[in-house]
């Protein structure tokens, strides 16, 4: 197809047009209010971050508004080192690593991110991946220098590339070192950590969950795609030997891919068995491509979307004979299906639909409909033939009404290709509302055609149907100027006239007649970053998170409702739903408002506060409200003193952070007494303390006089129990001062599978203490470990246990998830023991426990 190109310099000529129109061409908060699925209801947030779109397929234009509400709810911020990144699962599971993160989909969250106004959630988690500790770049196939490559298309920021860059070649490097076969010249991967757990190859060797090593299109195709990005990067960074060496190794990997996974008779790309295998006597010989060898040697099948995966990054464009392996995905007995595409192709001898996660062998996963989608986008707009941007448009369409569950926008793990169903893939508390994918960037970069380059030259390649009424794309960040292309058949939905428009700051730069791609060379000469401030390392920082366990920041309340939690309010996520739960609540509390109190341990300079606010008022039975009025407070050393605002304050609304912007002040304990509605009771999901932060910041020390902590480096104290799980759990954590409610990372002991219906966890001071007050952090994962019926404080009088007198706590009931306080007549003794009595058949346990004689 023949491109148009247009110098900018002649363009007003060519035109003759007026050069401004208004800069909004959508209305955004109409485009928002039209959309009835909102969890996120924060439109400040959506109108200030992220690109607008409208299009005559509401399918599409709701999931596409439903992707960026599934984003913030992925959305982490972690600590102020770290600063932001994203989760998988809406839970943090054990395999994920600091703050939940997963590397499996970062290229796609990081591809999704790079269109949000702000660049520094996306290059945050570019940088999270190498220097945060806990982050696991390794444990899945991804792309990680391809990734930050493609965010500076989008906002240029070569210091930071160039200060990527040695940690983009050591990952590389680690790569290689563990993966790389040089007599073969590619790389192997196992299905499970390529992402794909059951599937079709894996299913004939001897682990069918994690698969034998094999050369797989997808994880070479991601390390080709990480090689041109650091041979670009070291270009930049005038290291011109280094970018020769990166050339030809993608170079060579590339050769290798197409002479070795290309089968010229069935068309495709397919895995490469590393080593012989076998599984019920039929026998796998290394170096053969799927049934090549084994059981179904010699089948006309075997094909799986990864055969695809080489054109998401242009390794391939239009040539023969590849271009036929897309005849396959508009085939009922290929990939087609109503809820598709399936990643194996129907007639497969070991195609399977399984209704239990994680099985690769037809369910339709949209980790793999993302991969295609974006491979087919790149094969049309090099000039594909085999396939039309018609059927790139009925795949997207098809996409989109997949994230649907009872007719409202959702998305689970994978779902059934004929009905659409997530059942099987849909854990609680786990799968719901799943960020392993991608949509956004489909539909910039793929329907309205927005292709992302590194110089001035503005292209665009609309896949979007030339027979629409309309489409526009509204107020894209895009190398540091807004961005919108609006079509409109008609010139009646948009004022700016018939045809296709492009608009760059609000002026009109092209309009054209038809939807033909264009090209306009120096449209968008760089522009000069804004001087950096100094120290360049002061940022804007949440003081309130607390995700790695520390004493401070610390969070304490007038009640807590059982079942939420105050360590929710401080773990860098926030959504508003109540299954699953992420919030604290005052349900059933006596009080007629209550308070939160957060203490940063020491001073701090403050300009923001934002609390997120509960409204449950569509969820019958539930008596959570968002509260009439919330009062900021800050301690003067004396007494609580009401904070000035500088404007007068909205109500509080529902699913929407309550914003209270401050004259600059530097405080260290605040509280926020929240006056519940009428009859009701008040909620929050998260709080945030922002202000300014020389990096790295360091950890507040806890304050001294804590009788049970031991960092491991002293003999005493020492913690013992009635018994310990398995999996971690042990004593000597209870008192290392961390604490972590989540799951991950594994920092608790709890007495999980023990027979008994009582257990006791123990601390040996070494020395005879005297001792007033102990704390527990009870750990409570809903399952197996759940708050105890009842905890004993006792001690060790010589002879025998005793228990504490004069017992005050913090709460009658024990709550999970929280801290639970127990005063007492002061004892001295060399040991304490917590008698812990079990809830029903779960069992107990606790992330610290801290002893004070105070």
């Known amino acids: 197809m023949l491109y148009r190109t247009y110098l900018l310099c002649c363009l007003a000529v060519l035109l003759q047009l007026p050069t401004s129109v208004t800069a909004q061409?959508?209305?955004?908060?109409?485009?928002?209010?039209?959309?009835?699925?909102?969890?996120?209801?924060?439109?400040?947030?959506?109108?200030?971050?992220?690109?607008?779109?409208?299009?005559?397929?509401?399918?599409?234009?709701?999931?596409?508004?439903?992707?960026?509400?599934?984003?913030?709810?992925?959305?982490?911020?972690g600590s102020p080192n770290s600063g932001y990144s994203f989760t998988e699962f809406i839970d943090r599971p054990f395999w994920s690593g600091a703050y939940g993160a997963i590397s499996c989909p970062a290229g796609f969250q990081l591809y999704e991110a790079r269109w949000l106004r702000s660049p520094r959630i996306a290059n945050d988690y570019s940088k999270y991946w190498f220097r945060t500790p806990g982050a696991q770049p390794r444990n899945y196939s991804t792309w990680l220098?391809?990734?930050?490559?493609?965010?500076?298309?989008?906002?240029?920021?070569?210091?930071?590339?160039?200060?990527?860059?040695?940690?983009?070649?050591?990952?590389?490097?680690?790569?290689?070192?563990?993966?790389?076969?040089?007599?073969?010249?590619?790389?192997?991967?196992?299905?499970?950590?390529?992402?794909?757990?059951?599937?079709?190859?894996?299913?004939?060797?001897?682990?069918?969950?994690?698969?034998?090593?094999?050369?797989?299109?997808?994880?070479?195709?991601?390390?080709?795609?990480?090689a041109q990005a650091i041979a670009r990067i070291a270009t930049l960074a005038n290291?011109?030997?280094?970018?020769?060496?990166?050339?030809?190794?993608?170079?060579?990997?590339?050769q290798a891919m197409l002479e070795r996974m290309w089968d010229p008779r069935r068309q495709f790309f397919f895995p490469i068995l590393k080593n012989d295998e076998e599984r019920d006597g039929h026998q796998l010989k290394a170096l053969t491509r799927t049934y090549e060898s084994g059981q179904f040697a010699g089948s006309p099948y075997g094909r799986e979307l990864i055969g695809y995966v080489p054109w998401q990054f242009n390794l391939l464009a239009d040539e023969a004979p590849y271009d036929q392996a897309w005849k396959k995905l508009m085939d009922r007995d290929g990939f087609y299906a109503d809820f598709g595409p399936s990643t194996v192709e129907r007639n497969d001898p070991m195609f399977l639909l399984q209704n239990s996660c994680c099985w690769w062998s037809g369910q339709s996963w949209p980790y793999a409909?993302?991969?295609?989608?974006?491979?087919?986008?790149?094969?049309?707009?090099?000039?594909?033939q085999t396939l039309t941007s018609d059927d790139y448009v009925q795949m997207l369409g098809i996409y989109a009404r997949s994230h649907r569950k009872d007719g409202r926008p959702y998305l689970a793990e994978a779902l059934h290709p004929d009905t659409g169903s997530f059942e099987g893939h849909d854990g609680y508390n786990h799968s719901e509302h799943y960020l392993h994918s991608g949509f956004c960037d489909l539909v910039i970069t793929g329907l309205v055609g927005l292709i992302p380059r590194d110089d001035d030259t503005l292209q665009l390649h609309p896949l979007a149907p030339a027979d629409w009424d309309y489409f526009a794309l509204d107020d894209v960040p895009y190398r540091g100027y807004s961005l919108s292309v609006v079509w409109d058949k008609s010139g009646q939905r948009y004022g700016l006239g018939s045809g296709f428009h492009i608009l760059v700051d609000g002026e009109t730069i092209y309009t054209g007649d038809t939807l033909f791609p264009v090209v306009l060379a120096g449209a968008l000469p760089l522009r000069d970053a804004a001087p950096s401030p100094a120290p360049t390392n002061v940022v804007d920082v949440n003081f309130a998170v607390n995700n790695d366990g520390?004493?401070?920041?610390?969070?304490?309340?007038?009640?807590?409702?059982?079942?939420?939690?105050?360590?929710?309010?401080?773990?860098?996520?926030?959504?508003?739903?109540?299954?699953?739960?992420?919030?604290?609540t005052s349900a059933d509390s006596p009080n007629a408002s209550d308070w939160i109190e957060l203490d940063l341990g020491v001073p701090r300079e403050v300009h923001t506060v934002k609390l997120y606010v509960l409204d449950d008022t569509q969820i019958a039975d539930s008596s959570i409200r968002a509260p009439e009025r919330i009062v900021l407070e800050s301690w003067d050393g004396a007494a609580w003193q009401p904070l000035d605002m500088p404007t007068e304050q909205p109500a509080p609304e529902g699913g929407r952070p309550y914003v209270l912007r401050l004259e600059s002040i530097t405080v260290q304990r605040l509280r926020a007494t929240l006056q519940h509605a009428g009859g009701f009771r008040s909620g929050l999901t998260e709080i945030e303390v922002w202000g300014p932060a020389q990096l790295p910041l360091a950890t507040v020390p806890p304050p001294a006089g804590n009788l049970a902590y031991n960092d491991g480096s002293q003999a005493f104290p020492q913690a013992t129990a009635s018994h310990h799980d398995r999996f971690g759990g042990v004593p000597r954590s209870a008192i290392d001062g961390?604490?972590?409610?989540?799951?991950?990372?594994?920092?608790?002991?709890?007495?999980?599978?023990?027979?008994?219906?009582?257990?006791?966890?123990?601390?040996?001071?070494?020395?005879?203490?005297?001792?007033?007050?102990?704390?527990?952090?009870?750990?409570?994962?809903?399952?197996?470990?759940?708050?105890?019926?009842?905890?004993?404080?006792?001690?060790?009088?010589?002879?025998?246990?005793?228990?504490?007198?004069?017992?005050?706590?913090?709460?009658?009931?024990p709550l999970g998830s929280q801290w639970n306080s127990a005063a007492f007549r002061p004892v001295t003794s060399r040991k304490v023991r917590i008698l812990f009595t079990h809830r029903g058949d779960a069992r107990s346990g606790v992330t610290e426990v801290m002893v004070w004689n105070e």
């Open 25 to 77: 061409v959508l209305d955004k908060q109409t485009l928002l209010q039209r959309e009835t699925f909102w969890d996120n209801r924060d439109f400040d947030w959506y109108a200030e971050q992220i690109p607008f779109f409208d299009c005559p397929d509401p399918d599409i234009t709701t999931t596409y508004y439903y992707r960026w509400d599934l984003l913030t709810k992925h959305l982490t911020y």
């Open 145 to 226: 220098a391809d990734s930050a490559w493609e965010i500076d298309k989008v906002h240029p920021n070569r210091e930071l590339l160039i200060d990527l860059l040695p940690d983009l070649i050591r990952n590389y490097q680690a790569w290689e070192q563990r993966h790389f076969v040089p007599e073969v010249g590619l790389f192997w991967q196992t299905g499970h950590d390529d992402g794909m757990e059951f599937n079709i190859n894996s299913r004939q060797t001897q682990d069918i969950l994690r698969g034998a090593p094999s050369y797989r299109p997808s994880f070479n195709a991601y390390m080709w795609a990480d």
């Open 239 to 254: 290291q011109e030997d280094l970018a020769e060496t990166y050339r030809q190794k993608a170079d060579s990997l590339r």
């Open 369 to 384: 409909t993302t991969q295609t989608l974006k491979g087919l986008a790149n094969f049309l707009q090099a000039d594909g």
């Open 550 to 584: 520390h004493y401070y920041p610390r969070m304490s309340a007038s009640f807590t409702a059982p079942g939420t939690s105050l360590s929710k309010l401080q773990d860098g996520n926030y959504w508003y739903l109540l299954h699953p739960p992420n919030r604290w």
């Open 738 to 813: 961390i604490t972590n409610f989540s799951p991950t990372p594994t920092n608790r002991w709890t007495s999980y599978e023990s027979q008994t219906k009582s257990d006791w966890l123990q601390i040996d001071f070494g020395n005879p203490t005297e001792f007033r007050r102990v704390e527990l952090g009870i750990y409570d994962d809903r399952g197996g470990v759940q708050p105890p019926e009842k905890f004993e404080i006792q001690y060790w009088d010589g002879q025998d246990w005793a228990a504490v007198e004069d017992v005050r706590l913090s709460s009658e009931q």
